[in-house]
């Protein structure tokens, strides 16, 4: 029989009569469904074990305290997670209020920046028309204009820049 079928017979455990061939010196042989099977003599002794009723009312109790302490463990850990909670809704509202001044920041650059550039295109329209009136005057005295160099001055000259 396999080791199962003696452990039921026998009232203890398949490892119990794994053991128990071996100090025996129990007859061994591999079956063909790949399980051991073991010879147990007839003589083998029986160690059954009585049944043992457990005691209700004790095992009653044991459950309870168990089940006492589960939930002060639950109530704690509701109150943990409640504070996390509360401490993450704080983080947030700060993180919040922090962009909210980041952005006014912002606004504010970007306002400082449009002025700056307003100011920047009227100094340049002011350059232009000082630029144009100079100009004017100056075709009104039409000083002649500088000789032009030939190709060979221009490509000589060229050459020595470089």
Same mark, same amino acid.
Do not use: C
């Given at each position: 029989?396999t080791?199962?079928?003696? +452990?039921?017979r026998?009232?203890? !455990?398949?490892?119990?009569?794994?053991?128990?061939?071996?100090?025996?010196?129990? +007859?061994?042989?591999?079956?063909?469904?790949?399980? *051991?099977?073991?010879?147990?003599?007839?003589?083998?002794?029986? *160690?059954?074990?009585p049944?043992?009723?457990?005691? !209700?009312p004790?095992l009653?109790?044991?459950l309870?305290?168990?089940?006492? *302490?589960?939930?002060?463990?639950?109530?704690?850990? !509701?109150?943990e997670?409640?504070g996390?909670?509360?401490? @993450?809704?704080? $983080?947030?509202?700060?993180?919040?209020?922090?962009?909210? $001044?980041?952005?006014?920041?912002?606004?504010?650059? @970007?306002?400082?920046?449009?002025?700056? !550039?307003?100011?920047?295109?009227?100094?340049a329209?002011r350059?232009?028309?000082?630029?144009?009136?100079?100009? +004017?005057?100056?075709?009104?005295?039409?000083?002649?204009?500088p000789?032009? @160099?030939?190709k060979?001055g221009?490509?000589?000259?060229?050459?020595l820049?470089?």
């Amino acid at each position: 029989m396999t080791y199962t079928e003696a +452990a039921v017979r026998l009232g203890v !455990t398949p490892e119990a009569v794994r053991r128990r061939a071996f100090r025996s010196n129990w +007859a061994r042989q591999p079956g063909n469904d790949g399980r *051991t099977r073991v010879r147990v003599p007839d003589d083998a002794p029986v *160690t059954r074990s009585p049944t043992a009723l457990p005691d !209700t009312p004790a095992l009653v109790l044991a459950l309870e305290a168990h089940i006492a *302490t589960l939930k002060t463990d639950i109530e704690r850990l !509701t109150a943990e997670l409640a504070g996390e909670r509360a401490g @993450r809704q704080v $983080d947030q509202e700060q993180a919040a209020a922090r962009q909210a $001044d980041q952005e006014q920041q912002l606004a504010a650059a @970007r306002a400082a920046a449009d002025r700056a !550039t307003g100011e920047l295109v009227e100094l340049a329209r002011r350059l232009a028309q000082i630029a144009e009136t100079q100009t +004017a005057a100056e075709t009104t005295e039409a000083e002649p204009e500088p000789p032009r @160099r030939s190709k060979l001055g221009r490509a000589w000259g060229w050459f020595l820049r470089n």
